[in-house]
Each structure stands twice: as C-alpha cells, then as structure tokens.
C-alpha cells in the first residue's frame, strides 16, 4: 500500500468507521436533515416539487458533509491534539484533508445512498445529464470542505465549530432555494438568495434536470460561479489557513 492510500485509509478509519461502530445513533442525523425537509416539500408541493427536492437534499447532504468536517477537524485537533502530530509527521495538509474529506462522504454514505437511488427512481435524465449533475454536486462538496477546514483551523472550541457548522449550514441549504426554485421567493427578496453559493448550484442542476427554464448563459454565469467559488475556498483553505502554529 503506499503512503498516501495509508494516509487516506488512516483517516478514513479514524473519523468515520470508528464513529459509525461504536455511535451509530449519530447516523441518524446525517439522515434526518435531508430526508425531514425532502418529506416536508414533498406533502407541501404535493408530490410537484419531488424531484426538485430530490435535488435539494443531494445538495444538503454534500454540504453538510464539509461542515460536519470542519467539526470534526476542530474536535481532533483541540481535543485530541491530532493536527499537532500530523503536522510534525511527512503527512502533507493536503492529503490530511483529502483523506478527512473522503471520510465525511463515508460517514454520509446512508443519506447519499438513498438519494442516489431517489434520484435514480423520480428525476428522469440521461447519463450525461447525470453525470453533469454529479460534476457539480463534487464541486458543492469541495467548496464546503474547503470552507469547513479553514474554519476549523481557526476554530480555537469545538462548541465555537459546532456553531460555525450549524449557522452556515442553515443558512446555506435551508434558508437558500436549494429544496425550491429560486422563482417561488417575492421578487424584492431574491437578491438575498444570491448570496449563498448553494442558490447558483441548485439552480445549475435544477435546470440541467430540466425541472426550470433558464437561459443557456445563465447556466454558464451560474457554473463559473460554482467553479469561482470552489476555487476561492480551495486557496483559503489551504493557504490561508492556519496548519502551523504561530
């Protein structure tokens, strides 16, 4: 095995397989949120907006799975001091996160799994448009995690992190038209929407799902700006945050 697949499977063992046997119950949670507002928009809409919500919750989910990162990368490190060795060992920042990141999609595979094959049963599209979809939902996954690992850097409490976490994630994937289209906000409110990067992805695969109508150079506007914003995050991220004590 080689370093990194070490690294990564390190990782991999510490914060998801080891959480998942001995706290199952925590599980639970990264099922609730997602499938609770899905369950809400399905009744409300009446079955209308099934898809859209479908969308919502793969949305969330990856989201979600960044801050909860940037939770348990501020718990490892003030509680357990584990930055502190990995920082004095060859492990790179870069592979520390990765293999961290790909842990949190683990830890979120129960939620994803029963929204992948939602997806696969009630939004009719081709394997192009799905697999454009998923291009997108990977960069709404590394823009969060890369905004949840300088935060936890940061981050001098876990109670401060699990603050961070909850307020940006609310904010982000309730409050933003991620589980609806954009149009269903009043018109004088909807410059607000436009200040979360969750509203642009939403609208991306909403209109690549062929669920709302947008112009093809909206489409492009929305993209770069999804691409914009994950490569904004990815450079603070890693070079502005603080891997090394001061």
Avoid: C
């Avoid at 479908?54 to 940037?70: E, N, P, R, V, W």
């Avoid at 990765?98 to 799994?113: D, F, N, T």
């Avoid at 997108?136 to 961070?164: E, N, R, W």
């Amino acid at each position: 095995m080689s370093k990194l697949s070490s690294q990564l499977l390190a990782s991999i063992l510490v914060n998801a397989i080891y959480e998942m046997r001995n706290y199952p119950v925590i599980l639970i949670n990264t099922l609730i949120s997602p499938l609770s507002f899905l369950i809400l928009i399905f009744f409300v809409s009446r079955g209308e907006l099934l898809g859209v919500a479908i969308l919502g919750g793969m949305i969330m989910t990856m989201f979600q799975s960044g801050m909860f990162l940037q939770a348990d990368l501020s718990h490892l490190k003030n509680d357990f001091r584990l930055q502190e060795m990995v920082v004095a060992s060859p492990t790179g920042a870069g592979s520390y996160v990765a293999g961290m990141a790909l842990s949190e999609l683990i830890y979120s595979s129960p939620a994803l799994v029963i929204l992948i094959a939602l997806f696969a049963l009630f939004v009719p599209v081709t394997a192009i448009q799905a697999l454009a979809i998923a291009v997108v939902m990977l960069l709404m996954f590394l823009t969060s995690v890369s905004l949840g690992f300088a935060l936890a850097t940061v981050s001098s409490d876990i109670v401060q992190s699990f603050g961070f976490s909850r307020l940006i994630t609310t904010l982000f994937s309730t409050l933003a038209p991620v589980y609806y289209p954009l149009n269903l906000i009043p018109q004088p409110f909807q410059w607000l929407a436009y200040l979360s990067p969750t509203t642009y992805t939403a609208r991306l695969v909403q209109a690549l799902a062929g669920f709302v109508v947008v112009p093809l150079g909206t489409m492009v506007l929305d993209a770069a700006v999804v691409l914009s914003l994950t490569l904004v995050f990815l450079y603070i991220g890693i070079r502005k945050s603080r891997w090394r004590e001061r």
